[in-house]
């Protein structure tokens, strides 16, 4: 029996999940999100660190009126061990799922000896506890003193990571790799390899309201300028860019000319080169909507998570899995996603990144989600043997 893995205690890994799973962490959930910050802060206090919760950065966003407001998130998590080490890596995890307090599925329920359905056991509660005991492993290994690491948990992935993004590219500064635990891309442990990006906007069309009688050429319609918006944005996709309009909100009473829009889309870049393109195209698509039709156009949002390639050192890190994988018995391969996470923004620091070292499972979003309890370990397993390899030189 390997070494690494008879230290990992899956009875405990399980336990931790099905608590963590009973508790409900929806993004907007703040509650149910200090109540896990606080649970998890306890849990990784097992390692030799420091463990600190970080308030989230002020995000804004666009209401249907047009308005800006400061949108609440909850604080995250970080843990910082041996930060003077030479060699330090970051290992990353969120805490927040897609299910709201008021949403049906906050149950788990077994679906038959090994598998688990429930919020959160795969995307990616299971993850974090994949981590913490990798981690827990690891320091039991004599090559624990050669490595440094930080551990960020954060509370708003599943929103879009805004108000966690500048503490991700501040942990991921000067770090020789990381390590993200989102699901496998394949119940079978497939890791997703390079990723498109996204971005969402949010354009603010301002015109001016009028009678619809009496005065409707003093009006400036912003639905109308909304709509060819819509068609000539929709004429801007392109091979390597595409592009959904997705909501338009405004209008008022039938005989009022409405002066105000809000257009909602979402872009996915293959490419960076593609999203700093399709920034540069927008612009003068605004200015030319604004000119054409006398209306003010507002834009806000943009790309927050860049196309993640897999450069050289980026493939030497899956080349390390794959290897760790077949000396512990477990196949490893991956395939491109067109799914985003918080690796687009890691690799966008130039850091080297496996994003998906966490559990088996499937069906995530969904009130179907599974976690693959078996996996819990067999993933442990592999990452304490990767993290060991880091700690021996692996990626020079
Ligand atoms: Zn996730």
Redesign the pocket.
Known sequence: MDGTRATIDSAQMLAQVQAWSALNTGTANLAGLGEQAAMLAEAFGALPGTVELVDPAPVTAIAADGSAYEKPHGQHLVVRVRPQANRRILLTG?MDTVFPADHPFQRQTWLDGETLNGPGVA??KG?IAVMLHALLAFEGTAHASALGYDVLINSD??TGSLASAALIAELAAGKLAALTY??AALPDGTLAHDRGGTGNYSITVTGKSAHAGRNPHEGRNAIVAAADLILRLKALETGEITINPARLEGGAANNVVPDTAVLRFNVRPRTTAAAEAFDDHLNALLRSIAAAHDIAAHRHGGVTRPPKPVDARAQALFDLVRQCGAELGQTIRWQASGGV?DGNNIAACGVPVVDTM?VRGGA?HSPDEYLIVPSLAERAALSARVIERLAQGALQ
Do not use: F, K, N, R
């Open positions: 969120h995307d990616m993850g992935e599943e989102e699901p996470c966490g995530i």
